[in-house]
């Protein structure tokens, strides 16, 4: 009887054991796509041009697109089942589709997106929310959340989504992949579902650099031009002050890169909230919000609210008769963002558009067509699914503020991964003028495997605080030198650049910019020693080697002079100080 009811127990083990293994098998089949599709489709690409003709540009490639764009005999789902259920097949497919379709890749489905594309978090009650393949236990963010999984998955080689406060860029960070919202209004939105007209802007995702810009050189059908470097890398330093997780983590990697690349003289530190604060006047016009009950402006914050408010309005006039017709249950965000819209006038949008063009010539002046902006891509590390943090006003105010200043500006942006920290990715963000798609997509082609390569070295080093500590306040330092040398206060400049070098004595900037104060003090020989120094550190140094052609010059050492003149040339060939030094040298002593 024991011997029975033994073998009982273990066939009932058995039994169950095999009843778990088959759920988790089927839950394997339910997820082998990540839940990232919706539908699942074949859009082939015309056949290939005849020889000698160059073939498709993106022959070879497969993409995915979210739910919002237009794909002939779908309906475009926009992300809620009751919108599918009272909208119509579409006619045509979307121009930016139809576009890479003719440029030679397939397209292999449509993906999830947030209800009606509206939220950042990526999650959607309907279609299930897509499993971030960085950090399954993550949201993947939004709206894009589909697309952004189908390349992080390896299901496809690149995908669209649409960016109007985010929508590419939020994914694209969480799940540690590159995100692309273009310049607004540079590529076609006809065929896809707007959100805020104001705000959107296509967008892409890819793994490969290389595949970023192909897919950008299609859209963008720019013509062919010589790439440029950077000449400015600037580092918005109170947007990094924003970061939940260690700042110099991710400073650090896109320093290094920098001074590996291009050299350390490119790099420059900017405050934007003074930046915005003189540049962006009718800022102070737009409501503020109350912060513990005090009325509290810093312009960062104000442009996260006036964004918030355009993608509201717009929203609201874009599908309020929808939703009072079909009566859609909507999602707790959406509901709430809409019930919160206040009363809007005719002001309230005049003021809008006069801080959009503020905005974006206040970021084309700081950058003009060379300079890159530097900030992080979201504030936070991907919350937990379900998570309540999603809906927390510090949370929305900290993810706006870094996002909004692309979303209003409508200059492009990137999104890169530069590695994890306690297992969730981390993101850079990278911002060119509105217009430089081309000169960004080029700068990100350069720097994306020296970016992961000082990503990778960040992650198995650990610096001691007090190293840390040093090297901001060495930085400190060389931007009072900085401010001194504006003022014409040689004297004091040089005293902070001497504070800066010896908090640390291996960066070539400082020795290059105490060679500048004593030029301008008559101390030839002292400036020609700290310019000999900072290019020993940074042979790609160009104002160090005009900085010191000058000394020589002053000193009577023509033939060195010329020599330096000449180098700076090398290094930068449109650089007409170098040219006309070196020209007018040659003139007189050769």
Partial sequence: M?????????????????????????????????????????????????????????TGLTFAVSDVFDIEGYVTGFGHPDWEKTHETAARTSTVVSTLVEGGATCVGKTVVDEMAFSISGENKHYGTPTNPAATARVPGGSSSGAAVAVAANLVDFSLGIDSVGGVRVPAGYCGIIGFRSSHGTISNTGVLPVSTCLDAVGWFAKDPSILRQVGHVLLQVPFAVQRNPRQMIIADDCFQLLKIPVD?????????????????????????????????????????KTNGELKRYSIRDLAEVAMFVQRHEFITNHEEWIHSANPILDAVISKQLHNMPQTTEVDIENCRLIRNEMRSAINSLLKDDGILVIPTVADPPPKLGGKELQSENYQSRAFSLLSIASVSGCCQVSLP?????KCPVSVSLIARHGGDRFLLDTVNAMYATLQEQADIASKSKPTKNAVTQENSAEIAKEKGNQAFKEKQWQKAISFYTEAIKLSGNNATYYSNRAAAYLELGSYLQAEADSTKAISLDKKNVKAYLRRGTAREMLGYYKEAIEDFSYALVLEPTNKRASLSAERLRKLFL
């Fill in 2 to 58: 024991g011997s029975q009811s033994a073998n009982l127990w273990v066939l009932l083990g058995l039994g169950i054991a095999g009843i778990v293994l088959m759920t988790r098998k089927l839950k394997r089949v339910v997820r082998e796509d990540f839940g990232a599709f919706v539908h699942k489709l074949h859009l082939l690409p015309p056949p290939q041009p005849a020889p000698p003709k160059a073939p498709h540009p993106l």
């Fill in 249 to 289: 983590r991710v400073v650090q990697v896109v320093v290094k890169a920098t001074e590996k690349l291009y050299g350390r003289q490119i790099l420059k530190h900017e405050n934007l909230e003074s930046c915005f604060n003189s540049k962006v006047p009718s800022l102070k016009a737009f409501p503020a919000r």
């Fill in 418 to 422: 530069v590695g994890f920290h306690e």
